[in-house]
């Protein structure tokens, strides 16, 4: 065991002692990480980001709150601001909790919150009137978050002009059969009154529609199986940047080759095993260091890993221990370390993605979903997902755990008989 341990010190002190690895080591994980995350989720945090929709209603009406009502209906997942905000300071106002114009543009110009709705004076009478009335939505972006807080207010006004035309078609037949109200004002709470009805009959939704993903066995929809955020990048980028690092020992292996070191290694008093197992265990521990400082980097940033942490530890190494016997079974026949640092980058880079590396695997094509299983990236991001975003424990990561650990199994007994000591 001694040497076993003095093997993996060694490898370790000699990929350290290179300062050129130190970056993809440390600095790009770190950075790839908020990114994934800022992008995927537009916020921080392991589950759905808060989407704040800053509400300015200069009408205080009625007829506003329905709009207000419509689109939380249409939008469960945003937060209006100021009016939704809770005691846990959702809308982000601290002690200050009127909103002002200038204040509003300078949240969302800060990505606090997404977008600012505007609502007129005169909002409701311009309703009941029939008059054009117009809501101003600012945004700094077409895209993203803010995308979803234009189709949640675009959906509201759908439901309100629908409501809005039924109570206009409503008083024209009620008008026809003369039983309109003798007054202005007995008219105009019959409108009301039709609006306010056919308000009531939207939200009961008579035909919905099921948007779910094919071929998910328990059919959720997106709304609630869309990863994003931090929940997304730290799997994501633990599992790419694993790749990266232990793929690319087999560079360091070749050079060992060619520089005569494992044949003076196998010369000495070492067994074969113990040999291959050092040199196994340097790149597994270096691997789960190059993971463990992606989960620093979102403790750091106030990631929730989910209610069962050994859970994930279990998954993490099962991950690590697969990608290390897989750099071990191609990298056998590998000549020289040009040839493994080019297959250590396309195998990186195609294996990253194609298992929802990058983006949730959700949103690619049911063939592509199919053939991601095949990356163990995939397994690693289906067991994070369950541990991170559904609350599960590890009896409900059992399949990817079994999957990782088969074939680290698989590729360690293709790899180990084919290890080879010297250059051919």
Known sequence: MSKVLAIIAQDMRTFLADRSNLPGLLLVPAVMTVIIALVSGGAFGGGAPTRRLDVLDADVSPASADLLSAI??????????????????????????????????DRVAESVSVALLQIPAGYASRLVDQETTSITIRTAN?????????????AALRRINGAAIASQVGMGVIEQLGLSGPTRQETNTQRQAIYTRALRLWESQPVKVALTFSGSPEESSVSSSLRVGLGQSVPG??????????????????????????PRLASMPVSRAALIGG?????FTLGLIQFLIVILVGAV???????????LVL????????????SFAVGTRIRNPAQASGLALLSSLTLAPLGGAWWPIQITPPFMQTLGRLSPVAWLMEGSA??????GRIADIWLPLVVLLALALVAFLIAIPRFRYHVD
Request: proline fraction near 5%.
């Open 386 to 391: 369950t541990l991170i975003y559904d609350g």
């Open 72 to 105: 939380r209906f249409a939008g469960p997942g945003l937060v209006l601001c100021p009016m939704d905000n809770m005691p846990d300071d959702a809308c982000q106002l601290g002690n200050d909790s009127v909103l002002t114009l200038e204040r509003s543009l």
């Open 142 to 154: 077409l895209f993203g978050p803010s995308q979803a807080a234009q189709q949640a207010v675009e």
């Open 301 to 311: 940033l106030g990631m929730d890993f989910g209610s069962d942490p050994i859970a």
């Open 237 to 262: 980028m633990g599992g790419m940047f694993v790749l990266l690092t232990v793929f690319g020992g087999m560079a360091a292996l070749t050079v060992e080759r060619q520089q005569g070191t494992l």
């Open 315 to 326: 998954l993490i190494g099962a991950y690590t221990l697969a990608v290390t016997a897989l």
């Open 279 to 283: 040199k196994v265990l340097a790149r």
